[in-house]
């Protein structure tokens, strides 16, 4: 049996139940292995001073510090973060948290292997612990964990030297590794580990009925993500402003939305593109297979589950060349790969509407992006690493404290 701790501070909780789902996902899956016993730490980062002078942060303080989780045993200790210091002290704050936490987890569960789900601080906080309690590590690089923490001044030396030291590393895709690689971290150790989508509720629907229920008649153009600078819905917006009769619907939340909102009214079009506000991921299959396109302009990316989930539901995307998007996109009925300003998008969309790929051929293109697959990976890697550390080191020394 491999026992598992699963440290990540990019997991859902009550107060945030969209965040990081596809972490949650690919956890819930790990745990359902018949060979793996895992436990889950998920951190929550806050600030020293009462959380009542920043609403941001109330609810966060009263998410439990310890609660069965989807039918996991989850911890959701708490650690200091300092507002305005960029993260620099992170890592120091979350290792001085969780040594104890994990000395007492380990009293009734020996682990054999700290599986970290993002870079940052997660990562390097893993690594330090890995070597107290004499076990391997893993850590698995998403995105922004890697474009914003690997190259900011105050923390890209924390998250590249723990690519160096950790026994295993995960990229969600090529592109992911060759930035990694880029940075200093070496690349004949990093593995590639895809996403997945569940294929049984990411898949085609009726998309007449799904438009009548929005209110919608004509083409569909939806976009998912934060409304943040680096997702682009501004240039989406505008894109589908210039494009007559085509709806464009925008789900997700953040500070831009003020911004966009601006957008709209200025564009003219505002009887056909709405904000939908953040919406529970349980209504994405829905919104995903109602469109005709789904776009998303993001400036950096990983290899982003919206795009997988879209093309499950047969609904081809138009993106830009981020991330793992040529892994992605690699055949015509996948979608198209664009330069990142609003004429491209508007071109690339109009081609789509007017000689669309059949859902079949497009939802085939999502075919390899299975959990079950990623769970089989992961599981193999995992227990590789325990395996190859047990050779070299001995078996890990439990008692550690």
């Not at 969600?172 to 940075?183: G, N, P, T, W």
């Not at 009925?209 to 819905?233: Q, T």
């Not at 293109?365 to 080191?393: I, K």
Request: glycine residues 8%; hydrophobic residues 50%; neutral net charge.
């Amino acid at each position: 049996m491999l026992r598992v701790l699963t440290l990540s501070t990019l997991f859902p909780d009550v107060s945030r139940p969209n965040f990081g789902v596809f972490v949650e996902r690919q956890t819930l899956g790990l745990a359902a292995h018949p060979d793996v016993d895992l436990r889950l730490v998920t951190p929550l980062g806050l600030p020293p001073w009462p959380t009542a002078m920043l609403a941001h942060y109330r609810p966060l303080a009263a998410v439990p510090e310890r609660e069965t989780w989807k039918g996991l045993d989850t911890r959701r200790p708490r650690f200091v973060t300092i507002p305005g210091t960029r993260g620099r002290f992170h890592t120091a704050a979350l290792v001085r948290m969780l040594r104890p936490l994990l000395a007492e987890i380990r009293r009734d569960f020996a682990f054999d292997v700290i599986d970290a789900e993002f870079f940052f601080p997660d990562g390097p906080a893993a690594v330090a612990l890995g070597a107290h309690f004499g076990v391997p590590v893993s850590i698995k690089a998403r995105g922004a964990d890697i474009h914003h923490w690997g190259t900011a001044p105050a923390t890209a030396a924390q998250v590249v030297a723990a690519g160096r030291k950790a026994q295993g590393t995960l990229a969600v895709s090529l592109a992911m590794k060759a930035d990694m690689a880029a940075i200093g971290m070496p690349a004949e150790r990093i593995r590639v580990h895809r996403t997945g989508v569940d294929l049984t509720r990411f898949a085609p629907r009726d998309r007449a009925a799904g438009k009548a229920a929005l209110g919608i008649a004509g083409p569909l153009v939806v976009s998912l993500g934060a409304l943040i600078p680096r997702k682009g819905h501004d240039i989406v917006l505008r894109a589908v402003a210039s494009l007559p009769g085509v709806s464009l619907l925008i789900a997700g939340e953040g500070p831009e939305r003020a911004a966009l909102e601006a957008e709209i009214l200025r564009s003219g079009a505002s009887d056909r593109i709405r904000l939908l506000g953040s919406l529970p991921h349980a209504d994405l299959p829905a919104l995903l297979a109602t469109a005709d396109v789904m776009a998303l302009a993001s400036s950096s990316e990983g290899l982003a589950n919206a795009w997988v989930e879209s093309l499950a539901c047969g609904t081809p995307i138009v993106i830009t060349d981020a991330g793992g998007a040529g892994e992605v996109v690699d055949t015509p009925a996948a979608g198209r790969i664009v330069p990142r300003d609003a004429g491209a998008f508007a071109a690339a969309i109009a081609d789509l509407l007017a000689d669309p790929p059949t859902r079949d051929e497009t939802r085939n293109a999502a075919a390899r992006f299975t959990w079950e697959a990623n769970t089989a990976a992961l599981y193999e890697h995992l227990s590789g690493l325990v395996d190859h550390f047990r050779d070299f080191h001995g078996t890990p020394r439990h008692s550690a404290a």
